[in-house]
């Protein structure tokens, strides 16, 4: 219909949308397309923001691949996602699915899951983590009327990135909350249906429950990954900003904020974040990929 | 079958126990810290640490921490909290602003490239802050932006955080377009049918938005740490992490305490909004 009209009246028509879309467009070009093809061009070059960016080519991301800290970083934070990730969400489901069985105070139980996950990511939090995995923390307070001797978790380079994964794994309380409605759309006639049959619990879980949820799982599991990536306030705060010790918690978005804005190293730290946004990508895009043979959506085949 | 049903029923209810045992222990467990903290925040630093610190009940509670800790970081507590005010409200307020009116073009009107500027805008949904970090640092710097809350503010009133256009953009198709053909039919026009129709029927969509607005822009660390270096400007976390540096090992009640003044404004927002909030999580996966 409009593909009939010429290109210059379908703009002209055009014109009262993209006036709403106005400010949205200034930010699409401003403030994300245009910083990102910038980052894109700073990351060849060495720019300290001090004197005009000077040409370097690949420098930048050859230099990550030979950088100790930067491989670090990138080790700290793959085991980071590794972990916290897969427990996150076994977490969340397991709750989800004890709550999901009628339980009286379920409102009640759900909020007081959910709280921790919007208070998480505060400075708060993380200087309440720093104190109770403290050498003579609470932890260890509680440890010693065990009789057990604990050490300081965030000031051993073994535990500490463990303090970290424990504070997210601590926050599963919004993927529970995505579970529980992804549970409540499971028909319960089908479960019944099973039961009748003679399926056990687990084998209505594996069977039914599963299958079903395996949309919400994957994304979760999105979702998390994309998070994970991404977490700095915990690891700033919990480690002083250093990353240490001996950069056992030196996130990739920590490195990235010492080199850009505490060394002012912006073309090394643009090339960095390229790297990042590319990581993600790949994954997202695997999880994408992936997801084809393990989720199943109900609905396929009815449109 | 009776007897199998109430057989069943009472297995059932047994095993209901049990999770409500376990779901009430657990979650316990999880809040402790946080009641730990709470309670920790009137007691002296002596029971802080030591044995015995893990009890709940303060051995002589005191508001001393309270008291101190509001001038501790340097000055008065409550200027942190005026500018956490200042940019959480402008950032609702561009939030809502902007998003609404990208979600509505989105939603209801023909134009050109629009199915590409609507996959661009799911793009960005996923989009790493990082690699717009740097550019935008350097152009704010060029603008003479830093050390002012415009960096902070500004990108909110232009939709950046496309999350919540998506989210809007939901509500709007489920809003009956029936109702803005009446009221062309009536004579109005594109922002009319905006203002006087889509808009008070989005606003659980706005009220939504607000809300994880307020929330994020309140807990944001890493932007005002980029952004803001005086004293008297920063915000709320970043005043907490200066208290945390300059503060040695004796100033751990006071911490607890204002790391408790910071936490309330979260938690008043969860307690009165708390359906809203947990439906916006259940639909939309936010956080």
């Known amino acids: 219909m409009t593909a009939e009209l010429p290109f210059r009246s379908r703009l002209r028509a055009s014109l009262p949308a993209y006036a709403f879309l106005s400010p949205w467009l200034v930010g699409l070009f401003g403030l994300t397309l245009g910083p990102m093809l910038l980052t894109l061009y700073y990351s060849f070059t060495d720019y300290s923001l001090l004197a005009a960016p000077e040409w370097l080519g690949l420098d930048n991301y050859t230099r990550l691949a030979g950088d100790p800290r930067y491989l670090d970083s990138l080790v700290v934070t793959g085991t980071y996602v ?13 709750v989800a699915m004890v709550l999901n069985r009628g339980m009286r105070g379920l409102t009640f139980y759900r909020a007081i899951y959910y709280v921790p996950s ?89 069977a039914i429950t599963l299958p079903l949820l395996t949309p919400i799982v994957f994304f979760n599991l999105v979702l998390q990954i994309i998070g994970a990536f991404q977490a700095f306030t915990p690891a700033f705060i919990v480690s002083g900003g250093t990353g240490g010790p001996s950069d056992s918690t030196l996130f990739y978005t920590l490195y990235l904020y010492q080199r850009a804005f505490g060394s002012f190293e912006m073309g090394y730290a643009a090339a960095m974040a390229w790297v990042l946004l590319l990581i993600i990508a790949a994954f997202t895009a695997a999880n994408f990929m992936m997801s084809r043979r393990w989720v199943f959506y109900s609905d396929e085949g009815k449109r | 079958m009776t007897a199998v049903s109430t057989r069943r029923s009472g297995a059932t209810a047994l095993s209901r126990t049990t999770g409500h045992i376990a779901i009430a222990l657990v979650g316990l467990l999880m809040f402790y810290p946080l009641l730990w903290m709470l309670s920790s925040s009137f007691k002296p630093v002596s029971e802080i640490f030591g044995p015995g610190s ?115 953009v939901q509500f709007i198709r489920g809003i009956p377009r029936e109702l803005d053909e009446a009221a062309r039919i009536d004579g109005c026009s594109w922002w009319g049918i905006y203002r006087k129709i889509v808009l008070p029927l989005l606003s659980p969509a706005l009220v939504t938005t607000a809300i994880f607005s307020f929330i994020w822009a309140y807990n944001d660390f890493l932007a005002p740490l980029i952004y803001i270096s005086s004293p008297e400007k920063l915000t709320v976390p970043l005043a907490l992490r200066t208290f945390l540096d300059s503060s040695g090992q004796s100033a751990w009640g006071q911490l607890f305490a204002m790391s408790i003044v910071t936490l309330i404004p979260v938690v008043a927002a969860f307690v009165i909004f708390q359906r809203r909030i947990v439906e916006g999580v259940s639909t939309t996966g936010l956080k």
């Not at chain 1, 990730?85 to 397991?94: D, K, S």
């Not at chain 1, 794994?169 to 479960?191: C, H, K, S, T, Y």
């Not at chain 2, 970090?133 to 902070?152: K, M």
Request: net charge neutral; charged share 10%; with cysteine.
């Open chain 1, 82 to 94: 590794l972990f916290s990730v897969p427990f996150e969400l076994i977490a969340a489901l397991t």
């Open chain 1, 118 to 206: 919007l208070l998480g990511g505060s400075v708060a939090i993380a200087i309440l983590w720093r104190q109770i995995f403290g050498s003579d923390g609470l932890v260890n307070q509680v440890l010693a009327i065990f009789g057990y001797e604990g050490s300081g978790w965030i000031s051993s380079p073994d535990t500490a990135l463990s303090t970290l994964i424990i504070l997210r794994i601590w926050q599963f309380g919004a993927p529970m909350v995505i579970f529980l409605a992804g549970l409540r759309q499971i028909p319960a006639e089908l479960l019944e249906a099973a039961a009748i049959d003679g399926a056990g619990k687990v084998r209505r879980f594996l």
């Open chain 2, 54 to 168: 893990g009890a709940l009940i303060p051995g002589s509670p005191s508001l001393d921490n309270y008291s101190e800790g509001w001038t501790g970081p340097g000055l008065p507590f409550t200027r942190y909290l005026i500018n956490s005010l200042i940019v959480c409200t402008l950032t609702v307020l561009g939030n809502v602003l902007s998003c609404s009116l990208a979600a509505f073009a989105f939603a209801r009107m023909q134009f050109l490239g629009r199915k590409a500027f609507f996959a661009a805008m799911l793009a960005t949904v996923m989009l790493p802050q990082h690699v717009t970090l740097i550019s935008q640092y350097a152009i704010f710097r060029d603008l003479g932006w830093l050390d002012t809350y415009l960096p902070l503010v500004v990108p909110k009133f232009l939709a950046t955080e496309a999350f919540f256009v998506f989210l809007m």
